[in-house]
């Protein structure tokens, strides 16, 4: 792919990803967020993180599935749209919903599950947008980096399970998200089992202690997946 | 973000001076439709026609009424869909007339009434409560309606009346919500059925309720008639009602079945009893900014507490 198709699939990105700000920004200014404005920017905002979220998730199952290698030159940048309408999610909360009310927000984050993981959500996902510079990736290096970046699937699940709790009854919303986020890992899943059986098959080792080292005989081996085009593409990516 | 703060009087609240000045007419026409029994108004009453009453004023709170186009446009009514822009969204599926309401069970003179009857049986007056919903935001409503009171004497209970039982309407024609689909498992058991002890029923602030901001009450807001019970949270006061049945054991209400551990049968509003899934102890008032402190009993405390005297309300949720 060339420069400037990635240019234009970011600019692209960029305007998909801040179009829900915008038309809140919009009804915000037109009187337009109904009768319980700051419910509705809430759960907008919500909405967008976990949306976000599951974008940038969907990269590695279209590489895996249709040998599609452009979703991950725009998974870090929907990656830190999510983290940046997580904070706005989290802020309207803290300075909207509850007007710094610490007491009862400390209260609420130690009793309310639904708040519990949506708190422990956001938390991890700053270590993950700090580290998200190429500089961060070369100084961690890339293989503590990869292992630091799946905390993602943790936070996605996090994400779903603060939308499920807090959901009332029929509202059917959250079951889409889960099972959306089901199939993304689901996918990743089916792939490091096909990985593991494969490796057998061939006598290699199961339990990658020296992640490198295992990399470059599965490799050698070609044992490690499918075509050329994905091979490359998994180590462009990584 | 913008944060639209209400004037101190809202223009929904400024009677139109035409409908003031008229009103003695009206109350003349009222005394004509008295005096000729055979003259039926019921074919005329839409929702949104006005209907008069006087305001009760020892049952009007201080607080200033939500606007009337808030209360019908944000509500929960499970039988248009489970968010709060389904009712008016899809208001027009339900169709308010011609409509009966059965009132049998225990009682010596069991009957079905047509809605326009029951609408006469006693003088409407408007009452302006609030509404406290039992997910964390409230309103203040003037209703049209009368005490429950007056229906439960006409009929006359028994001595095995202990509770009284509502059922709304069941009709997946009318209430798209009731519509087989695929997430039906995740919905409610319909139709909507909820309870009161008869002691509660028969409280005066228990309202059986026709209209509100003087107008026949809108669909979504449970046309033709619904109770009101102030004190409790929303859900409680079952709306378009067809069956009003007096029983001798507490029955299951419909969100007890639904959720047991979050939704009990006396449901009264409680900042000192949370909800499992989040605290009771504030409400955000609609149309306002700053969390408000939620009131027990929703601030009717002096009126019925006294039904609760040695209940453990942390168990009878």
């Known amino acids: 792919m060339g420069r400037r198709t990635r240019l234009l699939l970011k600019a692209v990105v960029w305007g998909v990803a801040l179009l829900p700000l915008l038309l809140l920004l919009y009804r915000a200014a037109t009187d337009g967020l109904g009768p319980n404005p700051i419910s509705y920017a809430t759960n907008l905002l919500g909405d967008t993180t976990l949306r976000l979220l599951l974008a940038s998730l969907t990269a590695t199952p279209l590489r895996l599935l249709f040998g599609l290698s452009w979703p991950v030159s725009v998974r870090r ?8 309408y ?23 984050v130690v009793k309310r599950p639904y708040i519990t993981v949506g708190m422990a959500a956001i ?77 057998r098959r061939q006598g290699m080792p199961t339990v990658n202690r020296v992640g490198t080292i295992q990399r470059s005989i599965t490799w050698e081996a070609g044992g490690y997946r499918g075509s050329k085009l994905t091979r490359r593409h998994r180590a462009s990516c990584d | 973000m913008l944060i639209r703060h209400p004037p101190d009087i809202k223009a929904s609240e400024i009677t139109d001076h035409q409908l003031y000045l008229n009103r003695r007419a009206f109350l003349l026409g009222i005394a004509a439709v008295a005096l000729t029994p055979s003259l039926s108004i019921g074919a005329a009453v839409l929702a949104g026609d006005p209907l008069k009453a006087t305001r009760n004023k020892s049952f009007t709170v201080e607080d200033p009424p ?43 003179r069991p009957r079905r009434f047509d809605v326009d009857e029951l609408m006469r049986l006693a003088p409407l007056e408007e009452r302006v409560y609030r509404l406290r919903c039992v997910e964390g935001w409230s309103m203040v409503i003037p209703w049209v309606g009368y005490p429950l009171a007056a229906l439960i004497k006409r009929v006359e209970p028994t001595s095995k009346a ?69 004190w409790k949270y929303g859900f409680k006061s079952a709306k378009s009602i067809v069956r009003i049945r007096f029983v001798s054991e507490q029955l299951k209400t419909t969100w007890e079945k639904a959720a047991p551990h979050e939704y009990g049968f006396y449901s009264n509003v409680n900042p000192t009893v949370d909800h499992p899934r989040w605290s009771q102890a504030t409400e955000r008032r609609i149309g306002e900014f700053r969390r408000r402190t939620t009131l027990m009993f929703n601030g009717y405390a002096d009126q019925v507490a006294s039904l609760y005297t040695g209940m453990d309300l942390r168990k009878s949720y």
């Open chain 1, 77 to 84: 940048l929907l990656g830190l749209f999510a983290f940046f």
């Open chain 1, 86 to 108: 997580a904070c706005l999610h989290f802020t309207v909360w803290v300075a909207i919903d509850h007007f710094f009310d610490w007491t009862q927000m400390i209260a609420d």
């Open chain 1, 123 to 199: 938390t991890l996902l700053v270590p993950l947008a700090a580290t998200s510079t190429a500089g961060m990736i070369k100084r961690l290096g890339a293989k503590r980096w990869r292992r630091l970046h799946r905390l993602v699937y943790v936070i996605g699940v996090l994400a779903v399970m603060h939308y499920l709790w807090l959901a009332k009854k029929g509202v059917t919303d959250p079951y889409y998200y889960a099972g959306a986020l089901a199939l993304l890992l689901g996918v990743r899943l089916w792939d490091w089992a096909r990985r593991l059986t494969t490796r």
């Open chain 2, 66 to 108: 939500t606007p009337l186009k808030d209360i019908t446009t944000y509500n929960n009514f499970y039988e248009f869909g489970p968010n709060k822009g389904d009712p008016s969204r899809l208001a027009h599926t339900l169709k308010p007339r011609p409509w009966t309401v059965q009132v049998d069970g225990h009682v010596a």
């Open chain 2, 162 to 230: 202990r509770f009284v039982e509502f059922t709304s309407l069941l009709d997946p024609e009318q209430f798209p919500g009731q519509r087989k689909g695929l997430f039906s498992f995740a919905s409610l058991e319909w139709p909507y059925a909820e309870g009161l002890r008869l002691d509660e029923a028969l409280h005066p602030l228990t309202l059986l309720t026709f209209g509100l901001y003087g107008q026949v009450l809108p669909n979504q807001d449970g046309a033709p008639v619904r109770v009101v019970v102030p």
